[in-house]
């Protein structure tokens, strides 16, 4: 296949256009794994990628049954595992679209984080002279409707012309979270956003989005490549927890042992963000002397738990909570009217 045009690489940047890529790379560089501190995800971690090559299979994959199933997220075509620098060997001149689908809290964005870091670095999509990476759900309010609209959120008005000029030659849009962006804005499938995901303007930019499944088969017939992210397999559960311990193994190896005694929490784990919550349900529980959970409703009951016990911390109170019913009245209203949100 004809590779994208590279030429972009060697253009002579005029000084502005060498300010805002040092702007865009300079923001990207310090990028961690995730958008906020808490849970903590101490660094980038592999996780499992597919290409999606046969749309018309209906049988469960292999891949489908090394991981967590048995939701609306589950996508169950035909699939083979790629790894992260054979992914943008996918990317090329006749197939600049590309669909990463996934469950929630499986590394969608943590990857999308990753691949902006190294475009940073230097390390990848060399051809690519600016790339934009947008969070969706900062656009949840107000739609995007036109390419002054990104460049807006970046600060970099000024490329407007100069990327309208060349149809978006050697830029990368990597929009995060379809499923993030409220459908109200996309209801006639005419508005410049939708055009650009169907690659009807800018005709020679690259355009990856990340969506949950369930929330992206409108798009699927747009795309010229779909993958999927597919979290964690087993081996890479007990490395992730192994690198999260480095001075405390034996630590690591109690973690291990509990998950082994407990396999429905452990079946969790397949999602990257179950494993963070896991550890820090772990961490604090031992602190705080309550029993580990049994069960995945003890899951998110504890982690609601610990994470507001962390809140008051930052307070300065000291709380010991122990279980949902433990809080204060006066904070348990203010609790519940969250709830209903």
């Known amino acids: 296949e004809e590779s994208l045009p590279i030429s972009v690489t060697s253009h002579l940047f005029t000084t502005e256009q060498n300010v805002s890529v040092k ?4 923001r990207y560089r310090n990028h961690k794994p995730a958008q906020v501190d808490f849970p903590p995800v101490p660094k980038f971690s592999f996780t499992n990628l597919a290409l999606i090559i046969d749309t018309t299979e209906t049988s469960r994959s292999t891949f489908f049954f090394n991981t967590i199933q048995g939701s609306v997220d589950d996508v169950i075509e035909t699939k083979v595992t790629i790894t992260y620098e054979k992914l943008f060997e996918c990317i090329t001149s006749e197939k600049r679209i590309f669909l990463l689908e996934g469950r929630p809290g499986c590394g969608k964005t943590t990857l999308t984080r990753k691949i902006s870091r190294d475009w940073g670095e230097g390390i990848i999509l060399g051809f690519v002279k600016y790339l934009f990476l947008i969070p969706l759900r900062q656009f949840y309010s107000s739609p995007i409707i036109g390419l002054s609209n990104i ?38 499938g005419q508005s410049w ?46 490395e992730y927890i192994d690198t999260s311990y480095p001075t405390n193994p034996s630590k690591a190896c109690e973690i291990k042992a509990y998950l082994c005694n407990h396999q429905n929490i452990q ?7 179950h494993l963070v ?9 031992q602190e705080q002397k309550v029993a580990l959970p049994k069960t995945e409703t003890d ?3 504890l982690f609601t738990v610990m994470s ?32 209903k949100l």
């Open 151 to 188: 460049l807006q959120y970046f600060d970099l008005n000024d490329l407007e012309a100069e990327i309208k000029g060349n149809e978006g030659n050697g830029v990368c849009f990597i929009f995060d979270g379809l499923d993030e962006y409220s459908q109200k804005h996309t209801k006639d």
């Open 23 to 26: 702007k865009l790379k300079g």
């Open 267 to 273: 079946h969790m784990c397949y999602v990257p963000l």
């Open 299 to 301: 899951v998110y009951n």
């Open 277 to 285: 919550m896991i550890l820090f349900i772990y961490d604090s529980c």
């Open 308 to 339: 507001l016990v962390r809140y008051y911390r930052k307070l300065g109170k000291k709380v010991v909570l122990r279980d949902l019913q433990s809080l204060p009245s006066s904070e348990l209203s203010l609790f519940l009217r969250i709830c």
């Open 193 to 238: 956003f939708e055009q650009l995901l169907r690659g009807e303007v800018l005709t020679s930019s690259i355009t990856i989005i990340t969506s949950r499944p369930n929330a992206s088969v409108e798009l699927r017939e747009s795309v010229h490549t779909r993958g999927e992210v597919l979290g964690f397999l087993k081996k890479q559960i007990e």
